[in-house]
T-cell receptor, first 117, second 112 residues
Framework: AQSVAQPEDQVNVAEGNPLTVKCTYSVSGNPYLFWYVQYPNRGLQFLLKYITGDNLVKGSYGFEAEFNKSQTSFHLKKPSALVSDSALYFCAVREGYSGGGADGLTFGKGTHLIIQP | DAGVIQSPRHEVTEMGQEVTLRCKPISGHDYLFWYRQTMMRGLELLIYFNNNVPIDDSGMPEDRFSAKMPNASFSTLKIQPSEPRDSAVYFC??????????FGPGTRLLVL
């Protein structure tokens, strides 16, 4: 069975500082990894994904994430935080086709990111 | 593209009533997913379809829940009879070739 852990319920960062939201995963085969953001009373918006290739993935709104296979991690990062980045962030995983896994995503519990002015 | 469309956006009903949630996926997408979000359990996959065929419904909580996809442009999730513990936000998502899933705005269901 696949799983995702987001160890921090909340991350507080001052505006202009770098931010990191942590994510570790467990999956049998090769992982497909995703980050989504959810604003209050809204659906989930896709930020970025890792399927294969370069371990550093760049996404929307200046976010990036680094895939680390040995540590089974996929942390979300941004060099300079904005107040408008405050939201709920979800990491998700599914097995890649080589693993023969199911196609649905398994989500972490989410991390509230609060950017203080 | 209008994105994934869900209706209604909000639904308030009484215990025992039938509830039908609707979803229109992004045109050209071949996968459709139904998820449920609650404070206690987070985001859970309920069921998904590929080319209108249900592939995995192991996440459907009980027989009171059913889902259909009569064509590539429409899916329904039905709860009959509804119970207070079904109160949640229900999301529909679609994707092409099971890669990036794009989510609708959700239906917020309250069962009294």
């Amino acid at each position: 069975a696949q799983s995702v852990a987001q160890p921090e319920d909340q991350v507080n960062v001052a505006e202009g500082n770098p931010l990191t939201v942590k994510c570790t995963y467990s999956v049998s085969g090769n992982p497909y990894l995703f980050w989504y953001v959810q604003y209050p009373n809204r659906g989930l918006q896709f930020l970025l994904k890792y399927i294969t290739g370069d371990n550093l993935v760049k996404g929307s709104y200046g976010f990036e994430a680094e895939f680390n296979k040995s540590q089974t991690s996929f942390h979300l990062k941004k060099p300079s935080a904005l107040v408008s980045d405050s939201a709920l962030y979800f990491c998700a995983v599914r097995e890649g086709y080589s693993g023969g896994g199911a196609d649905g995503l398994t989500f972490g519990k989410g991390t509230h990111l609060i950017i203080q002015p | 593209d209008a994105g994934v469309i869900q209706s209604p956006r909000h639904e308030v009903t009484e215990m025992g009533q039938e509830v039908t949630l609707r979803c229109k996926p992004i045109s050209g997408h071949d996968y459709l997913f139904w998820y449920r979000q609650t404070m206690m359990r987070g985001l859970e996959l309920l069921i998904y379809f590929n080319n209108n065929v249900p592939i995995d419904d192991s996440g459907m909580p009980e027989d009171r829940f059913s889902a259909k996809m009569p064509n590539a442009s429409f899916s329904t999730l039905k709860i009959q009879p509804s119970e207070p513990r079904d109160s949640a936000v229900y999301f529909c998502a679609s994707s092409f070739l099971a890669e990036t899933q794009y989510f609708g705005p959700g239906t917020r269901l309250l069962v009294l």
